[in-house]
């Protein structure tokens, strides 16, 4: 029997839920946060993911979060899922209040048993707030 999943989708969004009859909506997808200082709390956001294999099959993800320089930024987490008739199961994962203490590029992983997946990044930046950039200017 095949046990190998794949990621087919996986994303940040600002909002995502899935309907009574198994529908995705994904609302606002993005890859850059924006910040004006370090450490900076952003209030919000999904990670989403759809995972793909055999059907019926039952599977254990982990979802890992790293920073630019290789430290877990999310407590480890395992979620337990049955791939549906369509071989397919959708992974919503509510973010909420999570501080980011450095700039550059984040990585975003699945991982099953070890082996990755499926895996995106985004990126954090920090900008100067437009009040501050137009006192530098006069």
């Known amino acids: ?3 190998k999943i794949k990621t087919e989708l996986l994303t940040l969004c600002d909002h ?12 606002g997808l993005f890859d850059r946060i924006f910040v004006t200082q ?64 450095e700039v550059g590029e984040y990585t975003i992983e699945i991982v099953t048993d070890e082996d990755q997946v499926g895996s995106t990044s985004f990126f954090v930046s920090k900008v100067v707030p437009k009040d501050q950039a137009t006192q530098k200017k006069n």
């Open 1 to 3: 029997m095949d046990k």
């Open 38 to 101: 370090l450490p900076s709390k952003y209030p919000r956001f999904f990670i989403v993911a759809i995972v793909s294999g055999k059907s019926g099959t039952s599977h254990e993800v982990e979802l890992r979060v790293k920073t630019p320089t290789g430290k877990a930024l999310l407590p480890k987490r395992s979620v337990s899922l049955k791939l549906g008739g369509n071989g397919k199961a959708n992974v919503l994962t509510d973010v909420a209040n999570l501080t980011f203490e």
């Open 16 to 27: 995502a839920m899935t309907s009574q009859q198994g529908k995705l909506s994904v609302i």
